[in-house]
């Protein structure tokens, strides 16, 4: 392990625990929360399941068989080039933002350019509004026949220092060997490829994973939430939160076919 991760580690260590609610005031999560957002994901969309992982590096502030949520072999059958126009303008990617954890200015294809942080959470939730989040929408990779593509697994940790849910990832090519970074950043949209995402050594489990960085997440939970309060009138219960979480993920890896079925609604 090296420094930077060594003081990481240390970092999380030494932050407490959150132990009130501020899940409507500020997009977070407590442990407890986070079970019961995990639980609430696992029952709605079985392709999830808790893992305890190695018990060595279990987290004391979350049950013991509940340390992280895993989905394995989601297919990923082509690039994120192929859609890199339909979502975020390319051309329009900026400049790093401010600050250590490197997020970038991004813009809506034909909206003009990003203004700092809100902009970028404007551009993970643009098309929740549009699009909604409907009891039927889900992404699973289903058809008939057999088709061999990349795949990932893919697990959800809980930061401790952020407050937040946190996405890692693990692919796999055509013959199930693992992917380079580089190859797993061709499943990653550009405006977030090499700034948002990147590799470390995962909290439960031995090799590193891509993991894309938690700092910009309780913003854009935030933002969602306030959007589903203002078109639904009641806010979201923090037991949805990873079904808002994993559709606003998706906008960064939107080839990677993870289930998120859910009858939450924010538009």
Known sequence: MNFLAKAKELREHLTPALTTSAFLERGVLTPEEFVAAGDELVFKSPTWAWAAGDPAKAKAHLPADKQFLVTKNVPCAQRAAAIEGLGLDEANVA??????????????????????????????????????????????????GVLRTRTYDLSITYD??????????????????????????????????????????????????????????????????????????????????????????????PTIDYDFTHDVCAG
């Open 95 to 144: 400049s790093e933002m401010g600050g250590e954890d490197g997020w970038v200015e991004t813009s809506v294809a034909g909206g003009g350019a990003a203004n700092a942080a809100d902009d970028e959470v404007d551009d993970l939730t643009a098309g929740l509004e549009e699009a909604g989040l409907e009891e039927e929408d889900f992404a699973g990779g289903g058809g008939g």
């Open 160 to 253: 401790k220092y952020w407050q937040t849910p946190r996405m890692w990832l693990f692919g796999y090519d055509e013959q199930r060997m693992p992917l380079s970074q580089s190859r797993i950043y061709e499943d990653i949209l550009s405006a977030y490829a090499k700034r948002t995402v990147t590799f470390e050594t995962h909290p439960h489990l031995d090799h590193p994973h891509a993991s894309i960085h938690p700092c910009k997440h309780p913003d854009a939970m935030k933002r969602i939430i306030d959007l589903a309060a203002r078109n639904k009138g009641d806010p979201p219960r923090p037991d949805q939160a990873l079904f808002f979480f994993l559709k606003f993920i998706s906008n960064m890896i």
